[in-house]
């Protein structure tokens, strides 16, 4: 396909610190690409906020900018295909306006009503023994006790915001919240409702809800949206979006997916067992396999993929990437004369560079990435970060370091039991996000996980890649077999053999400062 006849996709890629707009060619090419920050709202109950409104504005203002920078004919945008941060929701009437803020995944407000659902006469970890193995049978997973899930999302509005609830005529995840606004659509995909643990996915490729599993969670089923496949058509873009962002009426909005899914496909990491890291606001490391199956114990399980009639591994570290974002801008640089010298990008540029200049194991100062609690490998929203083994020697560069490190360290304790869930043992994985940008990361991650660690060409746009090519596949322009084939690999990092024996000496610490203070954190943040 020559230049003059390319067509290109709007692929929209919705994250907590804000959405990246993206041309992305019909070949998986990101041609160009923009970002409008939002705002999280987080307050000391568990509630994590956002508003959908400052949403659409941002997505708008990054949209009409790129569209306009003359990076290729509008005329030649064929489609929209959007990915979102996931477990979200937002509650909508039947004009498709939002009645409040959402309640994005990182709200814990909705726990308490979980004992209720999830418990019984005799429990597993904290789950009715009959409840548990109807959940596992028919979803793969089960409702997590952190009340991060929409399912208590939407009990914690039915029970504190009933006139928002009456009001409710859908609640839309955040993915299909943008479709609605695209396309005027109350839609969702398969893929998306699972995390609202009342479909039945035993077969992956007719999954549908159940009424049984609506009944346990005592959600109406009447205000969940319908479900169509990842790569099906949504609909034309709404006359009105297309006359402001300058694009034709034909163009087409496919169902997309959520960032987790997108990014697996966007990694290029999509046969089976073959797995990917991401380095963003939070962490998950999957691959798809050919079978559903559930580790309760870790809170993770195969769920359907982005990939119509996939299985992949779902599992997420709360808080990833964002923990070195909050080091700088909690800790050090807030008022700082680096900050005001240097753009932020360059500030985290200086970091990494501090962070090279340490030795492996960062003098055996230890950071536990905790910020918001933890979902997997364990489900705790009770514990915290923290700096372990501070001296009067230490400095913001071992600091920087360790942080790094300390998203490692979690990192491999999810590696063992994804693995185990696997049944191999991965040689090496592809890794993605905006924390794969640094080489200096990348390194720490091969040694720490001692895995070769693949960076993947543009590592930030694998979200964005990963929508478009469900745009791509859906409008028959590619396969997605075709369209893995086409990712490219920047470098490659090989463990350091030298790294090998402080590194096991630290991340055995890791584990132990997790077991020696669980019961510190859940009664200091017990919630009352």
């Known amino acids: 396909m020559t230049n003059e006849n390319k067509k290109y996709i709007l692929a929209i890629d919705l994250g907590t610190s804000g959405p990246k707009v993206a041309l992305v060619s019909t070949d998986c090419e990101v041609v160009a690409s923009d970002f409008e920050p939002t705002t999280l709202n987080l307050f000391d109950n568990g509630g994590a906020e956002q508003d959908p409104a400052e949403w659409w504005s941002s997505i708008m203002t990054a949209a009409k900018r790129l569209l306009d920078g003359g990076h290729a004919p509008k005329e030649d945008v064929i ?9 979200g929701t937002v509650p909508v009437d039947k004009e498709g306006n939002h009645l409040c803020n959402a309640i994005i995944w990182m709200d814990s407000r909705g726990a308490k009503y979980m004992p209720k659902i999830n418990g019984g006469l005799f429990e ?3 789950y009715g023994i009959a409840k548990l193995m109807k959940w596992m049978r028919l979803t ?35 993915k299909d919240y943008l479709n ?4 005027g659509e109350f839609v969702s995909t398969q893929d998306t409702m699972t995390l609202h643990w009342v479909t039945d996915n035993r077969d992956i490729n007719n999954i549908k809800y159940d009424k049984g ?62 797995p990917n890291l991401c380095l963003g606001t939070s962490s998950f490391l999957t691959c798809h396999v050919p079978f ?12 359907p993929s982005g990939i ?14 964002v923990c070195l974002s909050f080091l700088k801008d909690n800790l050090f640089y807030a008022d700082d004369e680096l900050e005001i010298k240097a753009g932020d990008k360059d500030v985290l540029s200086i970091m990494c560079t501090m962070a090279g200049r340490i030795p492996a194991g960062s003098d055996k100062l230890i950071f536990t990435p905790w910020l918001y609690g933890e979902r997997t490998p364990v489900d705790n929203h009770s514990i915290r970060g923290g700096f372990y083994n501070l001296t009067l020697k230490t400095t913001r560069a071992h600091m920087i370091r360790s942080v790094m490190e300390g998203v490692a360290y979690n990192s491999r304790w999810l590696l063992k039991y994804v ?13 993605i996000g905006g924390g794969a940008q640094s080489d200096v990361w990348c390194q720490i991650i091969a040694d720490v996980m001692d895995r070769t660690i693949n960076q993947v060409n543009e590592p930030r746009h694998a979200n964005a890649r990963g929508a478009a090519a469900l745009a791509i596949v859906a409008l028959g322009y590619g396969t997605f077999e075709e369209i893995a084939t086409k990712t490219k690999i920047d470098k490659v990092y090989k463990p350091n053999p030298d790294n090998r024996e402080i590194y096991d000496e630290l991340f055995k610490e890791y584990l132990n400062i997790y077991k020696k203070n669980e019961g510190i954190y859940a009664r200091l943040n017990r919630k009352k």
Not at 180 to 183: C, E, G, H, N, P
Not at 293 to 301: E, G, Q, S, Y
Request: proline letters at 5%; hydrophobic letters at 35%; a negative charge.
């Open 124 to 126: 597993i970890e904290g």
């Open 79 to 87: 489609a929209v295909s959007c990915t979102s941060q996931w477990s």
């Open 292 to 303: 559903k199956k559930t580790d309760i114990f870790h809170n993770m399980a195969s769920l």
């Open 180 to 183: 609605l606004r695209l396309t």
């Open 213 to 274: 599993l609506l009944k346990l969670s005592t959600l109406d089923g009447s205000k969940l949206p319908p479900m169509i496949l990842t790569t099906d058509v949504v609909g034309n873009l709404r006359k009105e979006i297309a006359n402001e962002l300058g694009l034709s009426e034909d163009v087409k909005v496919v169902g997309g997916t959520p960032d987790v899914q997108s990014a697996a496909i966007g990694s290029g990491a999509i046969r089976d067992y073959e």
């Open 419 to 431: 693995e185990i869930f696997a049944k191999r043992k991965f040689e090496s994985i592809n890794i």
């Open 308 to 321: 119509p009639g996939r299985y992949f591994i779902a599992n997420e570290q709360e808080t990833s990437a």
């Open 140 to 174: 793969g997973g089960a409702p997590s006790h952190t009340g991060k899930d929409p399912i208590s999302h939407i009990l914690f509005i039915r029970d504190q915001m009933p006139e928002v609830y009456e009001k409710t005529y859908m609640f839309l995840e955040p």
